[in-house]
Every structure is written in structure tokens, then in C-alpha cells.
């Protein structure tokens, strides 16, 4: 064993654990599609500016989570945190039209203490839609996430939302926090104590009790917004209550990067614990643009971390409906050319397929194709091999019961269309044909060795 490991706050994801992540991404991109999003691959690492003038210089991200480098040419890069900033950054850079409709997986890297769900590389899926401020998109944006949360078979959610004001409303109400937090600052909790004047706003997004206790007298920003955001936002709430999608209003849901105002949402799961139950959220972030020397542009969009999704689904019992394993596994006794022979036929038909190497015994081939949960194993021996068949052995006792059905039928029309075939089937049944005369069915229909051509056939049809 090696005495290396995988690094501090990461995890190894192996198969078959590995298909619940493939199972959410796939999950996610047929449900944003529905709603004409598509695909951004940007770089694992970017400019440092990037998340500095984006997330915020002064923002927990940037400060203490964020992975930073110099690479060989002296740029100064960071791995990504999130992925707003870096669609943001795309979109300024290549200029397509808007609306830009966007979503994304990928890799984050945060150093930050491990959390459940949550590592110090976690995977996300997350959507964009940039160029209009249009409450309506708020709309769609939310209920996206909201809905493929549920068709995942969650229902103990709870969506959160606020309204953070913009550079209109807000410096006033920054104002009237600070002087709040300034009177109460030795309440506050040891961190917050000594930065609470960097980002006010932080402290209503804390979860210690200290800073909980605090804050149910601080001033709310929703007594404070412009008349622009308050028509905004109630347009947005009237939106949710017709598309009956339940929501909570929530004065302190600030979420962590700065770049966000008005609209800000989150969604948790009640099955986790509340302080790490976040199953996705986001909001809007209107002069992200400008903060990255573009034309100022509107945008909203979300993240969800996937571990933390698929922790909520265990924790409510939700199964995915995963089918692991090849349809077919070839046990080759004669060398392993068949094998090959076999596996590439069916692979090339769409089936899927796979093989033992290394000439293993019959019971070592059985006990791997068991393991890899194949419905079907093909054996080919000498015998089989001298008689042109193939001998089919069920490891799925509900599709041998299928495959016998759809065997009869099958039959009948290959007998009708393969006229070629009718010497090689009569030499093998042992018994003469005539066109209208089937006895042979039955005898194949209760055989587990069929002829090669046959066998080859009938698997393609009934697997494709």
C-alpha cells in the first residue's frame, strides 16, 4: 500500500459511489435544458483579480479560502472558489447575446475547515443567466433549482429569500447596521468582534449564537429599499405565490459573496443539520460586470454543491434510479479472441458490454461477471465453439423471465426474414423444417445455448 493519500478536506470518488454524481450532473443538464441553458466549460484557475474585483477584496473567500499561486511566468492565479465570477468573466471576454443562458459543473477549491457535504474541493452545478434585470428571470432562475431539487425526490426543502437593495438603497442602510454593530460590537462573537466594521453585512449571515442574538434588533434592509427594489422584489414574490412555489422571507439571508444585491435566495434541506443544510442558493448580482471593468450588465444565477445534495437525498432515503453493470459479460474459454470478437460486436451496437482477461477459469469469470451486476453472461467453450452457438446464462432472474417471452416472438420473425440461416439452424436443432412448421422455437425457447448468429441478434434487439 502506498503511503501516499488524498490530500486533507478531499475525497476519492470511485465507482459505483462516483455514478450518484453522474446520476445528479445528467439530472441537471436535461432539466436546465428544458429551459434553453447551454453549457460553459471555463479554466479550473483564473486571474487572482478575477475573485478579488469580483467576490470582493475583503470578502472570507478572498481573504482566507481562497487557493492563490504564482505560476512559471509570474501571473499571479487562483484555483477557482465559485463560478460566477468566472462566467462573468467569459461573458465580458467573448461577448455573446443576451440573454446569456449558461450552467455549469465543476470543481471549487476552498480552504476552509470540512464540512458535511462540503470539502476543500467540492463539486458544483450552477446556472447564469446574464443581460436583463427582468424579475422574471428571477423567477425562472428559482424555480429551476427549486424544481430539479425536487424531481431528485427531496421534500423536506425550505426556500429562503431577501432583498439586499442596490447602490441606491443600500450605503444608506449600511450606515444605519454600522452604527447598529458599533453600539453592540463587544456582544458580537470573538471573530466578528474584530472584523464586524470590514463587512457589516457578514455578521447577519453568522451563525454563532453570540452574533444570532445580536442581530434580532439590528435594523432590517427590507424597511430600507429604494422604490425600484421594492417593486422588484414584490413583483418577484407575486411571480412565486402564482407559480405556487413556497417560499419564507428571510431579513438576515445575506449569502457569503459580495457581489450580490437585491434578490438573494437559498435553499435548505430540513434534513441536515442547520448550520451546513444548504442544498443551493444565489441571487442577483448586477454590477459584478462593472466590477470587472466591463459595461454594467445584470445577471442572476445559483450554485449547488453536489456532495451536500447527495447527503440530503441519504439523509431522506431518496434511490436513484441506477442501473450499474453491463448489460452482457462474455466468459471466453478458448483463449480470449472471442471475447474481443464479442464484446467489440456488442459495443458497436449500442450494448453495453464487457469481458475476464488474463484466461481465468469459468468459476473465476462467473464470480467477476456477478460483480460487475451484468444481467447476462455468454460463455463460449470448445464445445460451443465447434457448434457455431453461444450458451446464455441469466444473472437477472426478471430478465431471463423477459428474454423467454420476448424470445417467442422473436423467433417467429427471424425464421419469416433470415431465410439464410435455415441450414445452420437445421443442422443445429436436429430437426427438418419446413416454412410453416416452428417445433424448433420451443426447444430454443427452453435451451441456454442458441447459435452465434441467433444469440448475437436477439441480445442487440432485446437490450437496444
Not at 471573530?191 to 434580532?216: G, Q, T, Y
Not at 405556487?244 to 434541506?269: Q, W
Not at 472471442?338 to 469469470?365: I, P, W, Y
Not at 435455415?422 to 424448433?440: C, I, Q, R, V
Amino acid at each position: 500500500m502506498t503511503s501516499f493519500q488524498s490530500p486533507s478536506g478531499t475525497k476519492d470518488w470511485l465507482y459505483p459511489e462516483s455514478e450518484h454524481m453522474a446520476y445528479l450532473v445528467e439530472s441537471f443538464k436535461s432539466h436546465v435544458e428544458l429551459a434553453n441553458y447551454g453549457l460553459i466549460l471555463s479554466p479550473m484557475f483564473e486571474d487572482l483579480g478575477v475573485f478579488v474585483r469580483g467576490v470582493g477584496d475583503v470578502s472570507e473567500l478572498v481573504t482566507k479560502e481562497m487557493y492563490e499561486f504564482v505560476d512559471k511566468g509570474g501571473r499571479k492565479l487562483a484555483l477557482r472558489p465559485e463560478g460566477t465570477a468566472s462566467v462573468m468573466r467569459a461573458f465580458l471576454q467573448h461577448n455573446p447575446p443576451v440573454p446569456f443562458k449558461a450552467w455549469y459543473v465543476a470543481p471549487s477549491f476552498r480552504y476552509e475547515r470540512p464540512q458535511a457535504g462540503r470539502y476543500r474541493q467540492h463539486h458544483q452545478v450552477g446556472l447564469e443567466a446574464i443581460g436583463t434585470d427582468d424579475p422574471g428571470l428571477d423567477l425562472e432562475i428559482i424555480s429551476i433549482l427549486f424544481d430539479w431539487l425536487t424531481s431528485l425526490g427531496l421534500g423536506n426543502l425550505s426556500l429562503k429569500l431577501n432583498c439586499l437593495g442596490d447602490t441606491n438603497c443600500r450605503p444608506a442602510y449600511l450606515e444605519l447596521l454600522y452604527s447598529y454593530l458599533e453600539k453592540n460590537q463587544k456582544f458580537l462573537c470573538k471573530e466578528h468582534m474584530e472584523r464586524w466594521s470590514v463587512n457589516p453585512l457578514r455578521v447577519l449571515d453568522c451563525k454563532k449564537p453570540e452574533c444570532v442574538a445580536i442581530k434580532e434588533d439590528a435594523p432590517k434592509i427590507n424597511k430600507h429599499l429604494c422604490p425600484d427594489c421594492k417593486l422588484h422584489f414584490e413583483t418577484l414574490l407575486a411571480a412565486l405565490d402564482t407559480a405556487e412555489i413556497p417560499y419564507l422571507l428571510d431579513d438576515y439571508l445575506v449569502r457569503g459573496l459580495d457581489y450580490y444585491m437585491r434578490t438573494t435566495f437559498e435553499v435548505a434541506s430540513l434534513s441536515l443539520e442547520s448550520a451546513q443544510n444548504a442544498v443551493g442558493g444565489g441571487g442577483r448580482y448586477d454590477n459584478l460586470a462593472l466590477a470587472l471593468g466591463g459595461n454594467n450588465t445584470p445577471g442572476i444565477g445559483f450554485a449547488s454543491g453536489l456532495e451536500r445534495v447527495l447527503l440530503a437525498c441519504e439523509k431522506e432515503g431518496v434511490v436513484f434510479p441506477l442501473d450499474y453493470g453491463p448489460s452482457v459479460f462474455v466468459i471466453d474459454l478458448i483463449g480470449g479472441h472471442k471475447a474481443g470478437e464479442l464484446t467489440m460486436t456488442f459495443r458497436r451496437a449500442g450494448v453495453a458490454c464487457d469481458r475476464s482477461f488474463d484466461n481465468r477459469s469459468l468459476k473465476s469469470q462467473l464470480r467477476q461477471a456477478d460483480k460487475s451486476r451484468a444481467k447476462l453472461a455468454l460463455i463460449v467453450g470448445e464445445r460451443e465453439k465447434q457448434n457455431n452457438s453461444l450458451q446464455l446464462k441469466w444473472l437477472d432472474a426478471n430478465m431471463r423471465e423477459r428474454f423467454s417471452a420476448f424470445l417467442a416472438d422473436f423467433l417467429d420473425s427471424y425464421v419469416v426474414s433470415e431465410s439464410d440461416d435455415l441450414s445452420t439452424m437445421k443442422s443445429y436443432s436436429g430437426k427438418s423444417y419446413s416454412g410453416e412448421n416452428k417445433d424448433y422455437t420451443e426447444q430454443y425457447q427452453i435451451s441456454n445455448t442458441l447459435p452465434t448468429d441467433m444469440a448475437i441478434r436477439a441480445i442487440k434487439e432485446f437490450f437496444k
